[in-house]
């Protein structure tokens, strides 16, 4: 079956740690995306890529980074300049960078300071 | 910038029982999508609505985009437990060169 594979399904980070979040795609899919979700606030897209080698900052890029080495892959990390990294994060793929084609999501990773 | 407002932000209702949640946004809409997330888990692809008075329905679910392209609704049909869960809307951005907004979400409990 194809989809989005996010993993791990729960983290937990030390202060001052990097950690890294793990999505894979079998869709075949051209754009990826990672957002982040806090309660009452929705989505916040973090980073986005529309090729392999290439991304480009959403809107609450600080304190995170992401690689697109391959198109199936596209790993987050939370640094630790990152100051109030607990969230739900998801990451989430479509075909092409364009209007009117939806996007599909993983399960996401709920990431917990302690 | 675009935003999309949701609302109410949450509802309760006796199973059976009718329900509607509404998407505004300060733009024209091109692309809205409606999802549903249940509790600690991924979204889940309901519709896609890109005309203007387009309706589109899947089992007791209805999704509208008004004349305007500026307001949609989901409608839920006879309330069930299993259509607990946070709805929803998103567009594609009107400026830009990347996708998706969100609205906050809607947080559906279906009393048995």
């Known amino acids: 079956d194809g989809g989005i594979t996010q993993s791990p399904k729960y983290l937990f980070r030390k202060e001052g740690q990097n950690v890294t979040l793990s999505c894979e795609q079998n869709?075949?899919?051209?754009?990826m995306y990672w957002y982040r979700q806090d309660p009452g606030q929705g989505l916040r897209l973090i980073y986005y890529s529309q090729i392999v080698n290439d991304f480009q900052k959403g809107d609450i890029a600080e304190g995170y980074s992401v690689s697109r080495e391959k198109k199936e892959s596209f790993p987050l990390t939370v640094t630790s300049a990152q100051k109030n990294p607990t969230a739900f994060y998801l990451c989430a793929s479509s075909p092409l960078l364009v209007r009117n084609t939806e996007a599909f999501f993983g399960q996401g990773t709920r990431l917990t300071v302690v | 910038s675009q935003e999309l407002e949701q609302s109410p932000q949450s509802l309760i209702v006796q199973e059976g029982k009718n329900l509607t949640i509404n998407c505004t946004s300060s733009k024209t809409l091109y692309g809205l999508y409606w999802y549903k997330q249940k509790y600690g888990e991924g979204l889940i692809f309901l519709m896609m609505l890109q005309k203007g008075g387009e309706e589109k329905s899947h089992e007791k679910i209805t999704a509208k985009l008004d004349e305007k392209k500026q307001q949609s609704s989901l409608h839920i049909t006879a309330s069930q437990p299993s259509h607990a869960g946070i709805y929803l809307c998103?567009?594609?951005?009107?400026?830009?060169?990347?996708?998706?907004?969100f609205g906050t979400g809607t947080r559906l409990k279906v009393l048995a």
């Open positions: 998103g567009a594609d951005r009107t400026s830009g060169t990347y996708k998706y907004i």
């Open positions: 869709l075949n899919h051209d754009a």
